[in-house]
C-alpha cells in the first residue's frame, strides 16, 4: 500500500467548515487564531489567549441549545481551563467539542510548556465526556463528525504536522469509535495504542513477524464507557499484553489497563511504554524526543524483544 501522509490540523479545519454548512446552528470558536471558518464568519469568535473564557463562551451557547466546536493547542485548553470544564461542561452535560492540537510532544521544539502528557488523565476522572483518540487525519475527520452527533461533551486528541494514514484502503472500513478497532491479527502478544502510534505498530509488526513473533495491533481509538469486558476477551487470549502512548504511562491508556489486571487477577504480564513521569527539559523535534523516550520505531521494536 502506497504511504500517504495528511494533516490532522489542516483536515479538521476544512471537516469543521463542512460541519458549519451542515449544521446551522454549529458555532465555531478559537483561541489561537486559525480562522478556518471561512465560509461561515458569522459563527466564527476567536477570543485570544483566554482558555478560561473558551469554555465558559463556548457552554453558555450550548445551554442555549447551540452546539460548539472550540480549538487551541491541547496544553492549554486542558490543563489552563480544567476547572471550566469539569464545573461549565461536564456536570452540565454539554455538547462542546474540544479539538486538542498538538497533544503528546509534538510541539517538541517549543519546551515543556507546549507538552501535553496529562490530558488523558486528567478527563478520564470526569463523568459524562468522551475522549477521540484518532490515529490519523482521516479518523480525526471522521471523530469531530461522530462528537457533533452525540450529546455531551468530547475531546478530540490529534497532533500537529504530516502524519501517515493508517485509514486507507482495507483498514478503512475497520474504523469504529464504539469500541477498539483490530487492525491487525497476531496470535502471540497484543498491543493496545492510539493515535500515530497505531502506524508504527504495524511496521514494528511487520518486522517482528520475520523473527517469528505475531502481534495483535489494537487501536483504542476512543475512551468513554470503557469497554472492559472486549479488552478483557482480548487480554486473556494472549500471552503478554503492550499498552504504548505518548502520554505518561501512569495515569493514561497504561493505567487503565494496569487497573484492569489488578481487578480481574490477571496473570499474564502488563508491559507499559510511554512518557514518564517527569518534565522534559531538553528541546529538539518530536521524533528526536519520542526516541529518548523509547517510543520511536526503532525504540518500540526493541522494547518488545526485550520483554518478549
Request: some cysteine.
Amino acid at each position: 500500500m502506497k504511504l500517504v501522509a495528511k494533516n490532522s490540523r489542516i483536515e479538521c479545519g476544512k471537516t469543521i467548515e463542512k460541519l458549519m454548512g451542515i449544521h446551522r446552528e454549529l458555532v465555531h470558536i478559537t483561541t489561537d487564531g486559525n480562522d478556518y471558518t471561512h465560509k461561515h464568519r458569522d459563527r466564527h469568535f476567536d477570543v485570544g489567549i483566554a482558555e478560561g473564557n473558551l469554555i465558559g463562551i463556548a457552554a453558555g451557547l450550548a445551554i442555549k441549545k447551540l452546539p460548539v466546536i472550540i480549538n487551541g493547542i491541547t496544553s492549554f485548553i486542558i490543563t489552563n481551563a480544567f476547572m471550566q470544564i469539569r464545573d461549565d461542561l461536564c456536570f452540565s452535560n454539554l455538547k462542546v467539542i474540544m479539538l486538542g492540537i498538538g497533544s503528546g510532544i509534538s510541539y517538541a521544539s517549543l519546551g515543556f510548556t507546549h507538552h501535553s502528557f496529562e490530558d488523558i488523565g486528567l478527563l478520564s476522572n470526569l463523568p459524562n465526556i468522551k475522549m477521540y483518540l484518532p490515529a490519523d487525519a482521516i479518523a480525526a475527520k471522521k471523530a469531530l463528525t461522530d462528537a457533533v452527533l452525540r450529546d455531551g461533551p468530547s475531546y478530540v486528541r490529534i497532533r500537529t504536522g504530516n502524519e501517515p494514514v493508517v485509514y486507507q484502503g482495507t483498514h478503512a472500513k475497520k474504523l469504529n469509535f464504539s469500541k477498539p478497532t483490530v487492525v491487525s491479527e497476531g496470535k502471540d502478544v497484543i498491543v493496545f495504542t492510539y493515535g500515530t502510534h497505531v502506524f508504527k505498530m504495524l511496521k514494528v509488526k511487520n518486522r517482528l513477524k520475520s523473527r517469528g513473533v505475531e502481534i495483535k495491533v489494537v487501536d483504542v481509538n476512543s475512551i468513554d464507557v470503557y469497554p472492559r469486558k472486549l479488552l478483557l476477551e482480548e487480554i486473556t487470549s494472549h500471552k503478554k499484553s503492550f499498552v504504548i502512548e505518548e502520554h505518561c504511562v501512569e495515569t493514561g491508556l497504561g493505567s487503565l489497563m494496569a487497573n484492569l489486571f489488578i481487578e480481574n487477577n490477571i496473570k499474564t504480564q502488563l508491559v507499559k511504554i510511554g512518557l514518564p513521569k517527569e518534565f522534559c527539559k531538553i528541546a529538539g523535534s518530536a521524533e528526536e524526543l519520542l526516541s529518548r523516550y523509547n517510543l520511536g520505531i526503532n525504540e518500540i521494536e526493541k522494547m518488545i524483544i526485550k520483554n518478549l
